[in-house]
């Protein structure tokens, strides 16, 4: 019948055009799944009248088989009557209606051929375009895969690495300069202000407290019974010129409270 062949011919002349026409990939190929939807909608409307056709020769040789029979009972009916005149002219139409439906019934027979090959076709287009379809998606993946990769390239040609290095070795010997420049200016400041002379005071002052320290802590394990009562006044006097431990060097608050924690962490554990 030739229908396919006609829509394949058209449809590759599209390709082509839309091929040698397309910047963009992506519009290219739905464009493509369109038309080839579009030929499929039409290939359906074809083959469905084809197949209308079919149902039509079908029902006129059923209906001239059933005019054969039925004029053979009529021949029938006019012999049991003595009508042989009748009878004869019902078996002329018997046979006319019998040349008619073998007639009707070969070339059902061609057209039903016909439509199946059609049917078939119909699905391997219908399957080619699902086909086509999953290659787009697989098409465009890589289509846009590629022009990541152009762009990834293009940005990276246009930026030297030499100076890109340079840039940032620029960037850290200026803020190590800015940094050198604070320390200067706060050891000028501690120098000339006076604050290097407090700061010593103050350290001066932070180790005599300590010795502070030392006889409360005494004086704490003394009440927790840890150990023993302090003796009179005067062994307490005598025992002073002996030589007692340095005060400890002062600690900063939360190291202090993160080793509370971890004695009461261990405590709690036990």
Do not use: C, Y
Not at 215 to 223: C, E, H, T
């Amino acid at each position: 019948m030739g229908i396919f062949d006609r829509m394949s011919r058209v449809f590759r002349a599209n390709i082509n055009d839309l091929i040698s026409s397309a910047e963009d990939p992506e519009k290219m190929l739905n464009q493509l799944i369109a038309d080839m939807n579009g030929q499929l909608v039409k290939a359906k409307q074809q083959v469905a009248a084809a197949i209308a056709d079919e149902k039509r020769l079908k029902d006129q040789a059923d209906a001239e088989f059933r005019l054969v029979a039925d004029w053979e009972s009529r021949a029938v009916l006019a012999i049991n009557e003595g009508r042989d005149d009748l009878a004869k002219q019902a078996l002329l139409r018997q046979s006319e209606h019998q040349e008619h439906a073998q007639t009707l019934a070969s070339t059902w027979e061609t057209h039903r051929a016909e439509t199946e090959k059609l049917k078939n076709q119909l699905r391997d287009l219908a399957d080619k375009i699902e086909e086509a379809k999953r290659k787009k998606n697989l098409l465009l993946a890589r289509q846009r895969r590629a022009e990541a990769q152009k762009r990834i390239a293009q940005t990276m040609s246009s930026i030297s690495e030499k100076s890109a290095f340079e840039a940032f070795a620029r960037m850290e010997e200026k803020i190590d300069q800015n940094e050198r420049q604070l320390r200067a200016a706060a050891e000028i400041d501690e120098e000339f202000t006076g604050d290097k002379l407090s700061a010593e005071f103050k350290q001066l002052e932070r180790g005599a407290s300590g010795g502070d320290a030392d006889s409360r802590l005494l004086a704490l394990k003394q009440k927790m019974g840890v150990l023993p009562p302090p003796p009179p006044a005067a062994s307490r006097a005598l025992g002073a010129g002996n030589g007692t431990s340095a005060a400890p060097a002062p600690r900063r608050e939360d190291e202090l409270l993160a080793e509370f924690e971890e004695l009461e962490h261990g405590k709690r554990a036990s």
